[in-house]
């Protein structure tokens, strides 16, 4: 098909492998095919594509810059095409090894980046008893109750009284310090047990994958209650439906990495890509529906989502600047500075029931 970017299309690399051709095709096919309400012309696209890559004689053709008419039998043709409307693709540049840089962020550009104390202390919700603080106002407040029975000659009828006011806070004071105990012994075992990691799951071998996998730990965790997952499923999924995700507070952000055509992309309300001004069709993205999943699984968090676009070959990728779109396409410098600045309105706290449904969400590594 003219003017298409198979590899673009499907979301991989030019060195992917047939079994990431594959996985990448089954995964678009889910959102792309008609009954799901993805367009015909686009899904054929898609099959087309797939045909093409999976097949190593008509994938070193297409590479070489020549695109095939949809066979009408299994046999595969080397001859060249007709030149015209079925004639030669535009050859898409002779660098199919091409990787992208690794992203470099400077923080000295990043506002929220120098705002973090990154040795703040981690703070569970919902909280399960009284602060420290309560608790201890409630020892003294004890404690001085108890110096007038010492101090102050009381007649006897003063004193019982006033003891039994002192016994009453002792109570108040105890189950108080008690609640605290217990509350500060479940955080302890919280974090012990479930909150061993920042990091969970593992991402795929695609570059693009492992070059969002590095920016998510290298800059987002410098918040001390950012906790990173790879590979999410959707409930009732046994497939990676979410490249990654971050939870910190109560917001978290759905995350996929994208290897495309450099350019400048942009996002409408609906959803709807640009590039370079047109509307863009290289490649879709599960984030509508998994915005939609997640939104129902976790109704009480801040749920937004995003796409980082990194170059399928030499060129620079350039977005305008994240809105409140649907799905807006960001650079790895304006994802760090845009979602990092958004999760660090409450950079220190964890949420323990979002926390464990996303943990259920983690696909297991493979072998495990």
């Not at 686009?42 to 093409?52: G, H, I, K, N, W």
């Not at 407040?141 to 009381?154: R, Y």
């Amino acid at each position: 098909m003219r003017g298409v970017d198979y590899y673009e299309l499907l979301g991989v690399g030019r060195n992917a492998s047939t079994a990431e051709i594959k996985s990448a095709y089954r995964s678009l096919a889910k959102v792309m095919h008609p009954d799901a309400g993805g367009s015909s012309l686009t899904f054929r696209m898609l099959q087309e594509a797939y045909d093409t890559l999976r097949d190593p004689t008509r994938r070193r053709d297409y590479d070489r810059g020549w695109s095939f008419t949809r066979p009408q039998s299994r046999t595969t043709s080397t001859r060249p095409p007709r030149t015209g409307r079925t004639g030669r693709l535009r050859n898409f540049g002779d660098d199919p090894d091409f990787v992208p840089p690794k992203p470099r962020v400077d923080v000295g550009d990043v506002p929220w980046w120098h705002l973090v104390d990154v040795g703040q202390r981690v703070r569970y919700v919902p909280v399960a008893g009284p602060g420290h603080a309560p608790a201890l106002a409630a020892v003294c407040g004890w404690f001085f109750l108890l110096l007038p029975v010492v101090a102050v000659d009381f007649s006897p009828l003063t004193l019982t009284l006033w003891l039994l006011v002192v016994g009453a806070a002792a109570v108040v004071a105890f189950r108080l310090v008690r609640r605290y105990l217990l509350a500060a012994r479940a955080d302890r075992a919280f974090a012990h047990g479930v909150d061993a990691e920042v990091v969970h799951g593992t991402t795929d071998d695609r570059v693009c994958e492992r070059l969002t996998a590095d920016l998510l730990s290298r800059y987002l965790t410098r918040l001390p209650g950012a906790r990173v997952f790879h590979g999410l499923a959707w409930p009732g999924s046994v497939f990676a439906d979410v490249d990654h995700a971050v939870l910190c507070g109560r917001r978290l952000v759905l995350i996929e990495s994208k290897s495309w055509l450099p350019g400048h992309y942009a996002a409408e309300d609906d959803g709807t890509l640009w590039r370079n001004g047109h509307p863009f069709r290289g490649g879709g993205t599960r984030l509508p529906r998994s915005l939609a999943v997640y939104r129902k699984l976790l109704p009480w968090l801040d749920i937004r989502t995003v796409l980082v676009v990194y170059p399928s070959r030499a060129g620079e990728v350039t977005t305008d600047e994240p809105a409140d779109t649907l799905v807006p396409p960001t650079t790895p410098a304006q994802f760090v500075e845009e979602i990092g600045e958004w999760l660090a309105e409450d950079p220190a706290t964890v949420d323990r029931e979002a926390y464990r449904l996303l943990l259920a969400q983690v696909v297991p590594i493979s072998g495990t």
